[in-house]
């Protein structure tokens, strides 16, 4: 019994899309800059916490009216959360978070390195000099 002929090796498509493969530098941080926007998280919980306030109001009993003076005070309440939760969304969905520019290939990081290596300068964390880079007094 002989196999049938296979055919040759295919090559991977060159996007990001493809199951298994690394998506782009550039790609993650715009997605964790928008995933991690502080508007986001201060919107949503308003909204989440507006919404729960808003429905506890609408069946409040007479007593808890009477106990606010004849003020639906949770209803209200609840309202103004989910008009504010609303607004920090709209103002996010208006305006939305940049994603950091990459820096150039032989410009310094954070750390002033330069090319990304993420290797220590001559000094070390206490601020004495490497021996690798000084001579040292006998």
Do not use: C, H
């Amino acid at each position: 019994m002989t196999d049938p002929e296979l055919p040759g090796p295919r090559s991977a498509p060159d996007d990001a899309s493809t199951p298994g493969t690394a998506p782009e530098p550039a790609r993650t941080s715009a997605t964790a800059a928008r995933l991690f926007d502080i508007r986001r998280v201060i919107g949503g919980l308003f909204v989440l916490y507006g919404a729960v306030l808003t429905a506890v109001g609408t069946f409040d009993g007479p007593a808890a009216i009477a106990k606010a003076q004849g003020v639906r005070i949770n209803l209200w309440t609840g309202l103004g959360m989910l008009a504010l939760g609303a607004a920090f969304l709209l103002w996010l969905r208006l305006s939305p978070p940049e994603a950091p520019a990459e820096a150039p290939a032989g410009a310094p990081d954070e750390s002033g390195d330069v090319g990304g290596s993420g290797a220590a300068g001559p000094f070390d964390d206490a601020g004495a000099v490497d021996s690798g880079t000084a001579s040292k007094a006998d």
